[in-house]
C-alpha cells in the first residue's frame, strides 16, 4: 500500500480495501480495476496542485462502460480538512469522467462521512461496507 497524504494518517486496513472491492467494486461490474491494495495496480496519484508535491491516491478506482469512478474508504479523521479535499477532487474527478465518487462507510463512521457531506458540497454515493 502506497502512502499519500492521509493514507498513512486514517490507517487503513488492507482487509476494509479487499471488502470494498469484493462487495462493491467487483459486484458493480466495474473493469480495469486499481487499488492502494496487496495484489493490485496502485491507482494513479492526484497531485495536491500543480506546484505540490504532496499527491493523493484513491483506495480504488474502475471504469463502466467507460466512465471512471473513486472509491474511498469513508473513515473518520483527526484532519477534516485534508480528507475534504480529497473527496472534493476525487468528486469532481469522477464527475468530469462521467463517473461517481462512492464512499464505502465501515461499521462506526456513518454520522462523521453523512456531517461531512452535509457540511461540504460533495457530490458521492455512500455505500454501507
Known sequence: MENGILTE??????ELITLLLDKIVKKKGFENIYANAEGY???AK???SKDSEEY????CTGEVN??????EL????DNERELVTKWRLLASLANYKHGKLYLAVPRGHMAFTN???ADYPIQAEVVKL
Do not use: C, H, N, V
Open 9 to 14: 494518517a486514517q490507517q487503513k486496513d488492507a
Open 66 to 71: 467507460g466512465r471512471k469512478s473513486y472509491f
Open 46 to 48: 492526484i497531485r495536491r
Open 115 to 117: 456531517r461531512i457531506l
Open 56 to 59: 493523493f491516491i484513491p483506495d
Open 74 to 77: 469513508g473513515m473518520k479523521s
Open 41 to 43: 495496480e496502485t491507482p
